[in-house]
């Protein structure tokens, strides 16, 4: 080769790495877009948690190792302090599912991760299990609240494409087990509107699918404080 077929040579193997780098970029970029549909920059969706089983569960350890939870949850899981959730009637699995999630840091709260730390999977689930077999104690709503609450909890919200709280959460509240949907009925309202607030700013994100945080960040302030209150009264 002369040296000006060298030189071309090397410009068009340059021009061929660029052109490959460029098109590794955009592979990766579209490839994340597609994976990340909501776009919460860093934030992964959790897969841990399809299915929880607890049939092997052992209430009577659940009740001796909630002794410590007891000075926040109540010592049946009612709490007294509204900024810590009831967990009296909660299902096991969704018990479950949340101490994991704690533990393994895809739920953050201070409090909490120093709890979880020592438990097993089995503790877990003995915990869970201890908790749901307790009965939660209700609450009621405000009268003013009651309108507007119902409204979204029974139908949503037509405008912004809301979808009714009924439709995962049942009539009642009482959520579904097997789908990993919570009981909320009864729940304190400020605890259940700062939930909704967290789901949507995305600071909580251990919503498997971007479930909640898709309807919370639909919701306006208005609509989540009357919608918890309801929910505190639901029976
Ligand atoms: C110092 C107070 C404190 C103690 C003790 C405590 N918790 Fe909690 N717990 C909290 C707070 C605060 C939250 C709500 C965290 C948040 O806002 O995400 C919470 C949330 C939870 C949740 C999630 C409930 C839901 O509806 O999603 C579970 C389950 C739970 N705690 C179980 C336990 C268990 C089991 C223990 C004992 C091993 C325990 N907690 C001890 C303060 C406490
Ligand atoms: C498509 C099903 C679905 C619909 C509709 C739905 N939710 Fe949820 N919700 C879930 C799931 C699943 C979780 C549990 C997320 C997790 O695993 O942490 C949840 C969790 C929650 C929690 C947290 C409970 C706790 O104890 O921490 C609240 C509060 C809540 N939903 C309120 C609502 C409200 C209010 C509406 C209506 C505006 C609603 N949800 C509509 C599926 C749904």
């Not at 077929?5 to 970029?25: G, P, S, Y």
């Amino acid at each position: 080769m002369s040296q000006e077929q060298d030189k071309i040579f090397f410009r068009n193997f340059t021009l061929t790495l660029v052109f490959i780098a460029a098109m590794m970029v955009a592979f990766y970029t579209i490839a994340d877009l597609v994976t990340n549909k909501k776009g919460h920059a860093g934030i992964n969706t959790i897969n841990t948690n399809d299915s929880i089983s607890v049939s092997n569960a052992n209430p009577t350890n659940g009740k001796n190792l909630s002794q410590p939870c007891a000075v926040c949850h109540g010592a049946d899981g009612n709490s007294i302090n509204p900024i810590w959730p009831k967990l009296a009637g909660q299902h096991a699995s969704y018990i479950t599912k949340q101490l994991k999630n704690f533990k393994e840091g895809n739920r953050v709260n201070a409090q909490m991760t120093a709890m979880v730390a020592a438990l097993s999977q089995q503790d877990m689930e003995d915990l869970g299990t201890y908790f749901e077999g307790q009965k939660n104690n209700l609450g009621y709503a405000k009268p003013e609240s009651i309108d507007l609450g119902q409204k979204i909890y029974r139908a949503g919200d037509n405008n912004t494409g809301l979808p009714a709280c009924m439709a995962c959460h049942g009539p009642t509240g009482s959520g579904n087990p097997g789908a990993l949907y919570p009981a909320i009925r009864g729940q304190h309202s400020e605890y259940t509107a700062t939930q909704l607030k967290m789901f949507k700013s995305g600071e909580r994100n251990n919503d498997v699918n971007s479930v909640m945080r898709s309807i919370a960040v639909l919701m306006t302030e208005a609509q989540i404080s009357a919608v918890s209150e309801y929910i505190q009264g639901l029976r």
